[in-house]
C-alpha cells in the first residue's frame, strides 16, 4: 500500500471535524490537531480545513520528514505501521520504537551494533534495518511490525493508567491502531 492509500485510511478512520473535551490535542479535522494546521500555515476554521491540506501535512510531517518513506522502500508493512503510529503518537515515537525494536533483535550485537535511540531515521538506523532484513529476510518485517505494535499498545496503556480521562479512547486505541 502507498502513502495515498496510507493517508486516506487515515483520513476515513479520524473522520471529520472533532473537540472532545478529554482529548488534550484540542480540535481536530480529519485527524489534523489546530495546533499542527496552525504550525504548517493553516490560519482558518477547523471546521472547514480542507482534506487536500491535511493530505498535505500527513505526507510532509509524518512520511517524509521522518524518513519512513526510506523505510517503505525496504520494508513497506512496516513503514505503513510507523506512519500509523506516528501520525497518533508522534514519529519521534514510531522512530523509536523501530530502533528500540532493531536494538532488541540484534541477537547481542553480533548482526549489527546496537543503536542510539534518537528517535531519528538516518544513515545508522537504515543501515541496522538492512542488517536485520539481511539476516531475517521478509518474515523480519512481520516481526518487527509485531514489535512496534506491541511497543505502541504497552503505551496505551501507560496513557490511560497516568491520566484516567484517557481511558475514554483506549479501547479505541487498541482495537483501531494495534495489528
Known amino acids: 500500500m502507498g502513502i495515498d492509500e496510507l493517508i486516506d485510511e487515515v483520513i476515513e478512520r479520524e473522520g471529520g471535524y472533532i473537540d472532545h473535551p478529554a482529548d488534550t490535542g484540542g480540535a481536530t479535522r480529519w485527524g489534523i490537531t489546530q495546533a ?42 512496516l513503514a505503513a505501521e510507523l506512519f500509523d503510529t506516528g501520525v497518533n503518537m508522534g514519529p519521534a515515537t514510531a522512530t523509536g520504537f523501530l530502533q528500540r525494536a532493531l536494538n532488541a533483535l540484534n541477537r547481542g550485537q553480533r548482526d549489527y551494533p546496537d543503536l542510539s535511540v534518537d528517535s531519528r531515521i538516518g544513515p545508522v538506523t537504515i543501515a541496522a534495518l538492512d542488517a536485520f532484513l539481511a539476516t531475517r529476510g521478509q518474515a523480519g518485517e512481520a516481526v518487527l511490525v509485531k514489535a512496534a505494535d506491541a511497543l505502541q499498545g504497552e503505551r496505551y496503556l501507560a496513557l490511560a493508567e497516568r491520566r484516567p480521562a484517557n481511558e475514554a479512547f483506549l479501547y479505541g486505541w487498541l482495537a483501531n491502531r494495534i495489528g
Not at 500555515?41 to 471546521?47: E, I, P, T
Not at 505526507?59 to 520494508?75: E, K, N, S, T
Open 36 to 77: 499542527t494546521a496552525r504550525a504548517q500555515g493553516y490560519l482558518g476554521d477547523m471546521r472547514t480545513l480542507p482534506r487536500e491540506e491535511a493530505t498535505a501535512i500527513y505526507r510532509r510531517l509524518y512520511w517524509l520528514r521522518p524518513g519512513f518513506d526510506r523505510v517503505a522502500a525496504r520494508a513497506p508493512d
